[in-house]
Structures are given as structure tokens and as C-alpha cells.
């Protein structure tokens, strides 16, 4: 029974991945569009880093913007929300997928939100 108990512990937490796999990733949460000149405004807010398998890891963006994430290695769909923008109702993405490797370096990512 301990057994069971222990590994669903272990599941919840994360414990597949070795502590050393994990990679910090950077990243910026901005607005752009609105009115001209329409450039990138930081945002702060909450971001969400979803894996292939479901899983999330969430982090949070100050005033500047910026955010940092501690992720396993694999594919993630990096998402953000301010309480700024709707209420914090409309789900922002990054511009692309975000892969994290074993050994090899995160590059930054960029959540946008892009406003008429």
C-alpha cells in the first residue's frame, strides 16, 4: 500500500524527469497592436507551459514582462493571460512551440497578445 501511495506521489510530483534534465527557460509576455506606433508593451500576468502529455508548469510574469520556467525536457504550448487585457479572459500564445532538450540551452520564448 505504501508502494502505491509513494508512486503516485512521485507521479504528481514530477519524479520521472532527473533534477539535472530540467532546463530555465526565459521569456517575455507582451501586447502589440492597438494604436500606432502598435509596439510590443510588457504585460504581466500568468503564463502556462502545457506538454504533449498534458502536463503543466505555470510561472509568472512581473511588470516587465518577464517570466521564468523550470521545464523537463519535451514539447510545450506556452500560454498567457493579464489581468490587463479582458479581464484576463483572452489566451495569448507564444510564437511558436517551445522544445526543451537534455544538455542543450532553452532559447527565450515570446508570449503575444495582439490587440486591434
Given at each position: 500500500?505504501?508502494?502505491?501511495?509513494?508512486?503516485?506521489?512521485?507521479v504528481l510530483a514530477g519524479c520521472g524527469a532527473s533534477p539535472g534534465d530540467e532546463q530555465t527557460v526565459?521569456?517575455?509576455?507582451?501586447?502589440?497592436?492597438?494604436?500606432?506606433?502598435?509596439?510590443?508593451?510588457?504585460?504581466?500576468g500568468s503564463?502556462?507551459?502545457?506538454?504533449?502529455?498534458?502536463?503543466?508548469?505555470?510561472?509568472?510574469?512581473?511588470?516587465?514582462?518577464?517570466?521564468t520556467l523550470?521545464?523537463?525536457?519535451g514539447s510545450y504550448?506556452?500560454?498567457?493571460?493579464?489581468?490587463?487585457l479582458q479581464s484576463g479572459q483572452l489566451a495569448c500564445a507564444a510564437t511558436g512551440r517551445l522544445r526543451v532538450s537534455r544538455g542543450k540551452a532553452a532559447g527565450p520564448v515570446t508570449v503575444v497578445c495582439s490587440v486591434s
Open positions: 500500500m505504501l508502494a502505491v501511495v509513494m508512486a503516485g506521489i512521485c526565459h521569456g517575455t509576455f507582451v501586447r502589440v497592436g492597438g494604436p500606432a506606433p502598435g509596439a510590443a508593451v510588457p504585460l504581466p503564463i502556462t507551459a502545457r506538454a504533449s502529455n498534458g502536463r503543466t508548469f505555470t510561472a509568472a510574469a512581473g511588470r516587465s514582462g518577464r517570466f523550470s521545464l523537463p525536457p504550448l506556452v500560454t498567457g493571460r493579464s489581468p490587463l
